[in-house]
């Protein structure tokens, strides 16, 4: 790649690196949480501290702009350095590790978020092509109207333009992507790149190291064997292109890892510590829920086996002991857990959420060998092949057994259990138990993630648990009177274990190299042929090329299935039609998305152009995009008669945008 180009890619990925890191790991170094908390738990803060900037701003009329965020992102490490000692830890939430491992633990994430990263950039082909996805497409226009109108709160993000009442939106990823100075696309694009090469395996080994704190190997081999799921990144954040719920999914292993260390054994007896990592607990998860909301559900399953392991005993103990106490606190937490059900249950937003139609994506027993295998393809759509599975998930199965033995990943088994009954209830059909899956859409590919986060500690965890029980075994068998030492035990094994891990590396075609890098690209291969998909070949440069021939007040009126979208997204342009999911909102929408081919004869079609404020066309062939047929579905912009009422301003084969004449 040469070098400006090279530049190009590196300097928006660089960005997204700091600004979804720095402030955060720079507010929570001086509480002395220890640096690999600090640099896990750093993208969680950062969103918590940039939505309450996105309210402060929007109180006092600030604009939303890269400076004037940089200068409030000073406040919050200044204001936690100026506390008194006695607010910092008193030992690190984890222990820094020593020179070997943390080289071990370097390698680990180095080469996981390589093989994650590299899979992305080659289904992207480059950072500047945009996906037309149907979710990105809104999230693209969402940054776009960030950088024009200066207002990034959660209540100012939809609808686009501030055309209506606005409504709640989980904001947390569009406030940081929009601040790179360049580019929305690229800024997407790299966002992605971050998400899934570095807070998701940093996550990761974050909650491994909490979780098997004994087994430092585990730590470095999870991110290795994170890169061999399609579900994340690239299935969710690319594939399903649900940026902010990757964002939040991103978050959810750091963030359960701190809130077992929450409810796990105090590491010192001084009270300040636990009432710290409460608030810091808090603090974590309210970024994650700015992230997205249904990172809290997924924390909740994820955590219940744990909170259930550790209530369980202390339950039993304090009811031998203090009957009528322990009797009070269980009351106590069932009507707080009662109350809290119900009035979530009275959200209009969550309810509408957890009722979303969701059409069967598959039943038994395809849904489990999704669930169990990380297939890239639905078998409804193919049956898959021995390519397709992911064989990391044999050794998530045998993880699960072996807990059985070792009781420390036990809770760790059950998490996963609970998300591959959560999948295969959201895969279908419609039951009375799907319900519970509404907090994720019944989305399947929401609730993947969770079964890739919980089933790659435990498949470490069997890798590393096999590998070193077969060392010592052999070491006796060979050596009888040479009894290896703990320490040569493990330095055999963790060779062994890197062995094993190139070996299925190469065996399984790099980790399924292709299968995900094809589910990358799904919404960035564009077509040859014109109309099919929301772009195709050649269409984002056309549209570029377009966007410099209009005055800057142009508003671009057309299918927003065929491209007329991106009009806003890449030349700043607004357009009538912003989203796909929906187009009609008004009568004049309706009118136009039917009748405008009556451009001429028809006066009201000009009524509804003035209404809108339209003032340019942009048509392309008719054609087929997420399930969109253009002439059935958007008749009134095709077969326009574009000798009356309209001047040619770029025409280029069947794409062509006009200026609007025809009407007085």
């Known amino acids: 790649m040469p070098f ?70 000073l406040l919050p490490p200044v204001a936690v350095q100026l506390l008194p000692r006695r607010f910092t830890f008193d030992v690190p939430l984890v222990p820094a590790p020593g020179p070997l491992r943390a080289a071990a633990l370097g390698a680990g994430l180095f080469m996981g978020g390589a093989l994650i990263s590299r899979a992305l950039v080659e289904g992207m082909g480059t950072l500047g092509t945009a996906s037309h996805g149907w979710d990105p497409i809104f999230h693209v226009n969402v940054l776009t109207w960030i950088q024009e109108s200066g207002r990034a709160t959660p209540w100012d993000v939809n609808p686009i333009f501030g055309t209506g009442r606005g ?85 959810v292993p750091a963030a359960l890892a701190l809130l077992l260390l929450l409810v796990g054994k105090a590491r010192t007896p001084r009270l300040q510590d636990r009432v710290l990592l409460f608030v810091l607990a808090l603090a974590v998860l309210a970024g994650c829920v700015a992230a997205h909301p249904s990172a809290a559900f997924g924390l909740g399953a994820a955590a219940l086996p744990f909170l259930i392991a550790r209530a369980a005993p202390a339950l039993v103990a304090g009811f031998r002991r203090h009957r009528r106490a322990t009797l009070v606190i269980a009351a106590a937490a069932t009507t707080l857990a009662v109350v809290a059900v119900v009035g979530l249950m009275t959200s209009r937003l969550l309810v509408g959420v957890m009722n979303y139609p969701r059409a069967t994506r598959a039943i038994l027993p395809d849904a489990l060998a999704l669930a169990l295998f990380d297939l890239p393809v639905f078998p409804a759509l193919r049956p898959p092949t021995i390519d397709d599975v992911n064989l990391v998930g044999v050794l998530v199965i045998a993880g699960v057994i072996l807990t059985l033995i070792r009781r420390e990943a036990r809770p760790l ?19 009375p138990l799907r319900f519970l899956t509404g907090f994720w859409y019944k989305d399947t590919q929401r609730l993947a993630p969770f079964i890739a986060m919980t089933g790659t500690i435990l498949a470490a965890f069997a890798l590393v648990t096999i590998v070193r029980g077969l060392v010592r075994v052999l070491a006796d068998l060979i050596r009888p009177q040479l009894r290896l030492t703990n320490r040569g035990v493990r330095v055999t094994a963790a060779g062994t274990t890197v ?141 326009v008669d574009t000798a009356r009422g309209l001047t040619p301003v770029l025409v280029d084969g069947s794409r062509a945008l006009y200026k609007i004449t025809g009407c007085p």
């Open 499 to 639: 062995l094993l891990l190139a070996a299925a590396y190469a065996g399984s075609a790099g980790f399924r190299l292709a299968e995900r890098t094809s589910v990358a690209a799904h919404n960035y291969v564009t077509s040859p042929t014109p109309g099919v998909g929301v772009l195709s070949q050649g269409e984002q440069d056309f549209i570029r090329r377009a966007g410099e021939l209009i005055p800057q007040d142009a508003v671009v009126l057309g299918d927003p299935f065929n491209g007329e979208t991106f009009f806003y997204t890449l030349t700043q342009h607004r357009v009538v039609y912003t989203q796909l999911g929906s187009p009609s909102p008004t009568a004049a929408h309706r009118l136009l998305r039917s009748d405008f081919n009556r451009l001429g004869t028809d006066p009201t079609v000009c009524a509804a152009l003035t209404e809108v404020g339209a003032t340019h066309f942009y048509q392309d062939a008719p054609g087929l995009s997420h399930g969109s047929a253009g002439l059935d579905s958007w008749p009134g912009f095709y077969g």
């Open 413 to 431: 088994a059950a998490s996963w259990l609970i998300f591959v009954a959560l999948y295969v209830l959201a895969a279908g059909p419609e039951n």
């Open 4 to 73: 400006p180009d090279l530049l190009q890619s590196a300097l928006p990925i660089l960005f997204m690196m700091v600004a979804f890191f720095l402030p955060g790991f720079v507010t929570l170094l001086p509480l002395r949480p220890g640096w690999p908390a600090a640099l896990a738990l750093g993208p969680a803060v950062t969103l918590l501290v940039l939505t309450a900037a996105s309210l402060l701003f929007d109180l006092l009329h600030i604009p939303w702009t890269l400076w004037a965020v940089a200068i409030v992102l």
């Open 167 to 251: 409504t709640y939106y989980p904001a947390g990823w569009h406030e940081v992507v929009s601040l790179y100075p360049g580019g929305v696309v690229e800024a997407a694009n790299a966002s992605s790149i971050v998400i899934g090469g570095l807070i998701w395996p940093l996550g990761l080994v974050f909650l491994a190291a909490v979780l098997l704190p004994r087994l430092p190997a585990v730590w470095a081999t999870t991110p290795v064997l994170a890169a061999s799921f399609v579900s994340f990144p690239a299935s969710q954040l690319l594939r399903s292109g649900q940026w902010p719920n990757g964002l939040a999914t991103a978050l």
